[in-house]
């Protein structure tokens, strides 16, 4: 989740109230944001993946407003006077362009808009591959607006921050911009670029935009862009940088620039509808245990800008997400949003008065099963480490060379959790590998669930929980590791087997699969030296990884 951090007397200008701490926490709690403190004049969330419309102070003070009995302030959208003409570039296709007139900017503005640009193009843009986004002061261009490939050797432009001119190619190895994100188009023969009828650049995209037309606190209209590999993303990000700039304006009147691409293809942003959704009140109810009116749905739903209630059929609203709700895309969206509106608090207390419960509960062998192991592994000197269950192919397969199946996100909204996890591992020498510096020894162990693809089951999935230690130091050989593992198993009342194994990533005359109850339970083995190099770790890595689920169910019958 993406850490925002905006100035609190920004967002009290822009809302036109004083903020109270509890003001501030108990909105942001209605927004999925978790505030991780509010000191001065500066408040610190966490903002989930998937409204990237909260990461500004502009956002959220938007968002905040119903919350706070404040008025929402809707938008002007009219059709733009400025066109943009695209040609075909294969590598990234498609460009977005929005205006925002009647701004009225300040240094504190500017700063908190340019943070709202990068947040998006790291996050949802996935760094700038995905999608990028540029700001440009409008009075110093002149429409149209074109996207086209140019020769990186004869073309310059001053980039943003700099005093000289540079060729497009110099732009890429002599700035910081260019540095970090230039591999995204140094080999293509030729560069895609923004610029107006008089040819003058106005961004080097998606790398860096131009000094020339940079936005200052005398600008007054700003001009938008948004280039990358997917329509709806372009579309998107332009509609999110245009209704939180438009927050700023006097006026909030957005325009919706008209691009016509080399395909015939003709593109307008931002987007004047949100998605449509059919919202059944009974199939709402049994999903929250709920008996929520039809009118109470709506007073709800007026809580998150749902303004535009289309229609009322019986027991179906059709409603309207607002355009910048990129994360409302079906029915369980929008129930999510009655929930916490309604109250996650008093979800349940209908159920006070159902018969009570004639079984007991209790605690699940697995999880008594864990604590045990925890309690040991902690006494045998290891430190308790937790990672997420998503992961992405990278850490889970390429980092050791596995090539094992793995389930897939459709769609993520972050390459750092693209599927679920196939093994523990790779996160343990993740883990190591942000903490190595600090410390020439190490042992820590992580206890969690991994989900591996098995055809043989119904759901063609299995949940197993798992074991995982890891090891490091300078005189760290696999004897260290088998050492501890037999003290492990031994402490669980079980004899333990070695065999020689190959497992992805690790000597394979280093390396040994563990038995026990005439079952393969698990690995240890020694990080092969060429995945150390790679990481820059400077000692020996051992690494366990043992099935618990496997040990419980043919060992404690």
Not at 57 to 62: A, F, N, T
Not at 133 to 140: E, R, V, W
Not at 153 to 180: C, D, H, Q, W
Not at 552 to 557: A, H, P, T
Request: hydrophobic share 40%; net charge negative; proline share 4%.
């Amino acid at each position: 989740m993406p850490v925002i951090r905006v100035s609190k007397r920004e967002l009290e200008r822009l809302l036109g109230k004083e903020l109270t701490t509890s003001d501030i926490y108990k909105a942001l709690t209605r927004l999925k944001c978790e505030v991780e403190r509010v000191e001065n004049d500066e408040i610190e969330y966490e903002a989930t993946s998937d409204r990237p419309d909260l990461y500004s102070v502009e956002g959220l003070s938007r968002a905040m407003r119903p919350w706070l009995g404040l008025e929402w302030k809707s938008y002007t959208i009219v059709k733009s006077s400025i066109t943009g003409y695209a040609e075909n570039i294969p590598e990234r296709p498609y460009v977005a362009l929005a205006v925002v007139r009647d701004l009225e900017l300040s240094s504190e503005a500017i700063s908190q808009i340019m943070e709202l640009q990068e947040k998006i193009a790291q996050t949802y843009g996935r760094s700038r591959r995905k999608a990028s986004i540029g700001l440009y002061d409008l009075d110093a261009l002149k429409p149209p607006i074109f996207y086209k490939l140019v020769d990186p050797y004869k073309t310059v432009f001053r980039p943003l921050g700099e005093r000289e001119l540079m060729s497009l190619r110099e732009a890429l190895k002599r700035t910081n911009k260019g540095l970090i994100y230039g591999y995204i188009i140094e080999k293509m023969d030729k560069f895609p670029v923004l610029q107006d009828s008089e040819e003058k650049i106005l961004s080097l995209v998606p790398v860096i935009n131009s000094e020339e037309c940079k936005v200052t606190e005398n600008t007054r209209s700003v001009l938008i862009d948004a280039t990358g590999t997917s329509l709806d993303d372009v579309v998107n990000a332009v509609t999110i940088m245009a209704t939180s700039i438009a927050e700023r304006s006097r006026t909030r009147l957005i325009e919706q620039v008209l691009i016509t691409y080399s395909s015939g293809l003709v593109v307008e942003a931002p987007r004047v509808k949100g998605n449509i959704i059919n919202v059944n009140i009974i199939d709402v109810n049994n999903l929250l245990g709920t008996s929520l009116t039809v009118n109470e749905i709506k007073d709800f739903l007026e809580k998150y800008h749902y303004y535009r209630i289309l229609c009322v059929n019986g027991d179906v609203l059709t409603v309207e997400a607002p355009i910048y709700r990129i994360d409302v895309k079906s029915w369980v969206d929008v129930a999510e949003d009655v929930a916490i509106a309604y109250g996650y608090d008093k979800l349940g207390l209908e159920a006070q008065n159902l018969a009570p419960s004639t079984s007991i509960g209790r605690i699940h062998p697995i999880e008594y099963l864990s604590r045990i192991i925890r309690d040991i592994v902690v006494g045998l000197g290891f430190h308790e480490v937790a990672n997420y269950i998503m992961s992405n192919r990278y850490v889970q397969l390429e980092l050791l060379g596995a090539r094992w199946e793995m389930f897939l996100v459709e769609n993520p909204r972050s390459e750092r959790f693209e599927s679920l996890r196939v093994w523990l591992a790779p996160g343990l020498l993740l883990t190591l590998l942000e903490n190595a510096g600090k410390y020439g020894k190490l042992k820590i162990f992580e206890i969690g669930d991994v989900v591996i693809p098995d055809e043989t089951s119904e759901t063609r999935a299995r949940v197993d929980r798992r074991l995982s230690l890891l090891i490091y130091h300078e005189k760290n050989t696999l004897t260290d590791g088998l050492v501890y593992v037999k003290a492990l198993m031994r402490e669980l009342g079980l004899e333990a087997s070695f065999s020689k194994g190959i497992i992805p990533g690790f000597l394979p005359e280093r390396t040994a699969l563990i038995y026990s109850c005439g079952e393969n339970v698990g690995f240890i083995g020694e990080v092969h030296p060429e995945i150390l190099l790679k990481l820059e770790l400077k000692n020996p890595v051992v690494i366990a990884e043992i099935s618990l689920s496997k040990i419980l169910s043919n060992c404690f019958k």
